[in-house]
């Protein structure tokens, strides 16, 4: 049984000598940059398989019926040492199955640099390599593709693979469909001389950590909240984390939770910082109210219509029987009520659909509310049928 796994080690020649096959048994091998395909003319007896598996990074590929191994440290040295008088470099005349290469750019001998299939992306970190490569069998122009060259996708595919599993710890990655080989010493390096020019992007990432550590963490203070309000138009909570406190956070009209820094925002109105104020003064928390002044991005036109119009029972009572939780419902009735407030002087049923989109492009490009607004309106309108 041949392992394709990389070696373990290297072992002292001798311990082989007495096994090997004898000299006119020719090993045919063909060194293409970095990588060293070896085929045995007969087959291999146990001191060749067992002297193989002691090199480092080196593979059996059972598809094509080579070994491959990366010239790394004195492998080929190693090799010459071991197989001596019996290496046949292949030539012309030499029938075998190791493929011709030009020798004009270090590439896997199965690799035809003119197959577009055979394009290779790297990316590179400090501490990982990812590297990007095409399907064995590429959906949709498998059918395209002469018989030789699918073969040939397929077998380089495979040997790829081979060769990147030589690597300790590499894995593939289904979630982004990426190989990630630990950028190790001269990992890279090997790397980059076994595909050759079939690489045909490289994308370095030096200071990806430094970025990372730049970008300060804030830190929750302990037994503290935090109230920002921000230009009196938004209020951002920040406390410590309990299940009961986001609960309650959801109650709250028009909520908007800030992934990035695990704080919550509301628009700015007594009523809601008062009863933010009050409900963390239950838990015993210091709560630190401060006002900041942030520059706009853009000027926004500030709302010139009342709320004077209350919101019809019947549009209630529809909420309810849709069976709305009681904060849906709160929030709905926010929304809503701004939107029959903008057309106060035209009764529900006069409101068209042209009049709906009005509104909706007056909140984009006049008041520049966010989209999580902008949904809440147009799921308010739904009931009542003006959608």
């Not at 593979?59 to 010459?80: E, K, M, P």
């Not at 015993?284 to 709302?303: A, L, P, R, W």
Request: contains cysteine; glycine residues 4%; positive net charge.
């Amino acid at each position: 049984m041949h392992s394709e796994g990389s070696g373990s080690g290297s072992g002292s020649l001798s311990d082989f000598a007495p096994l090997r096959e004898p000299l006119n048994s020719p090993v045919i091998i063909e060194i293409s940059g970095k990588l060293i395909s070896l085929k045995f003319s007969n087959k291999e007896n146990d001191a060749d398989v067992k002297f193989l598996e002691t090199l480092e990074y080196c593979v059996f590929n059972s598809n094509i019926g080579l070994w491959q191994i990366t010239d790394y440290r004195n492998n080929l040295q190693l090799i010459q040492q071991y197989f001596g008088t019996r290496i046949v470099r292949k030539t012309d005349g030499v029938t075998s199955k190791i493929p011709k290469t030009d020798g004009a750019t270090p590439s896997h001998p199965i690799s035809n640099p003119h197959n577009s299939y055979n394009e290779i992306r790297l990316e590179i970190t400090t501490k990982k390599i990812f590297l990007k490569m095409p399907k064995n069998s590429p959906r949709g122009i498998t059918d395209s593709l002469p018989q030789p060259l699918l073969n040939e996708n397929i077998q380089r595919g495979k040997a790829d693979i081979s060769f990147l599993n030589s690597f300790k710890y590499t894995r593939f990655n289904k979630a982004t469909f990426l190989w990630e080989v630990p950028n190790y010493k001269n990992t890279l390096q090997i790397i980059k001389e076994y595909f050759g020019a079939r690489i045909n992007e490289i994308k370095e990432q030096e200071n990806q950590q430094s970025e990372i550590i730049k970008k300060e963490k804030r830190k929750q203070k302990p037994n503290t909240v935090e109230i920002e309000i921000i230009n009196s138009k938004h209020i951002v909570v920040y406390f410590p984390f309990s299940f009961e406190h986001v609960k309650k956070m959801k109650t709250l009209p028009l909520y908007y939770y800030q992934a990035e820094d695990k704080s919550w925002k509301f628009p700015y109105t007594e009523n809601i910082l008062s009863e933010l104020e009050s409900y963390f003064k239950k838990f015993n928390y210091t709560i630190e109210c401060t006002h900041t002044s942030v520059k706009d991005k853009g000027s926004k036109e500030k709302k010139n219509y009342g709320n004077e119009r209350q919101i019809p029972e019947e549009y209630l009572e529809k909420l309810k029987l849709i069976r709305y939780s009681d904060n849906t419902i709160r929030t709905y009735t926010v929304a809503f009520t701004d939107f029959i407030n903008y057309y106060s002087s035209k009764k529900l049923d006069e409101i068209t659909q042209e009049d709906i989109k009005n509104y909706l492009l007056y909140l984009v490009e006049k008041r520049k509310v966010s989209s999580s607004f902008q949904n809440q309106i147009i799921n308010a309108i739904h009931p009542v049928g003006l959608k």
